[in-house]
């Protein structure tokens, strides 16, 4: 395993080989790619109205068997260049998401 895949895996907490990162990686870009169709990038919010195309896409992405995990890991890799209030933005549309972690 690479040294990228295998900070990747630390840094998440998973067990996986280097074919499993590269298809993690894939779906988280499928995800964002999806978003950003949604809502292009831009120094905004995302608008609420688009909230569930969000979610939606995640859940038809999500990297993880896990839906709390992936969600916590879509969080935590998103794309570096989108500027504060479209992470912070999707960051929001997600949480409702981990509903079921915090209330468990």
Do not use: C
């Amino acid at each position: 395993m690479t040294k990228a895949s295998e900070a990747f895996a630390t840094k998440h907490d998973i067990a996986a080989t280097a074919e499993d990162v590269a298809r993690i990686r894939r779906a988280l870009d499928r995800f964002y790619t999806a978003v950003e169709t949604a809502e292009p990038v831009a120094d905004t919010y995302i608008q609420l109205h688009v909230g569930e195309v969000v979610r939606a896409a995640f859940i038809k992405h999500n990297p993880l068997s896990g839906q709390a995990h992936g969600t916590a890991m879509t969080m935590a890799e998103m794309p570096e260049a989108w500027p504060p209030k479209y992470r912070a933005s999707v960051a929001y549309h997600l949480a409702p998401l981990l509903d079921d972690v915090v209330n468990s």
